[in-house]
Nanobody, 123 residues
Framework: QVQLVESGGGLVQAGGSLRLSCAAS????????MAWFRQAPGKEREFVAG????????YYADSVKGRFTISRDNAKNSVYLQMNSLKPEDTAVYYC????????????????WGQGTQVTVSS
């Protein structure tokens, strides 16, 4: 099992920036990819960005491309999400997730999840 703990959420004005962190522990050697998902009230959980643990290859949702950057620090077993030019529609609970097998936009392919961190962007 892999345990994930997110941090870094908060309240920010539109146009501002936030950096989310996710620390992994446990069977981290099993991680193939990690990703950030988000869920706004009344909406389904959606993929935001993902990164392959070994190669560092990344993938982004169109809605955040050019504004968000995902990165990882293998030595610290951590993944980060730098969010710039934030918009009110980015408001959501952000979840970190880990997969043993694939980098995917589908939440069902991720077996480990953090508890989530709230990001609120005011207009």
């Amino acid at each position: 099992q892999v345990q994930l703990v997110e941090s870094g959420g908060g309240l920010v004005q539109a146009g501002g920036s936030l950096r989310l962190s996710c620390a992994a522990s446990g069977r981290t050697f099993e991680i193939y990819a990690m990703a950030w998902f988000r869920q706004a009230p009344g909406k389904e959980r959606e993929f935001v960005a993902g990164i392959r643990w070994g190669s560092g290859g990344t993938y982004y949702a169109d809605s955040v491309k050019g504004r968000f950057t995902i990165s990882r620090d293998n030595a610290k077993n951590s993944v980060y999400l730098q969010m710039n030019s934030l918009k009110p529609e980015d408001t959501a609970v952000y979840y970190c997730a880990a997969s043993r097998t694939v980098l995917s936009t589908y939440a069902a392919n991720f077996g480990s999840w953090g508890q989530g961190t709230q990001v609120t962007v005011s207009s």
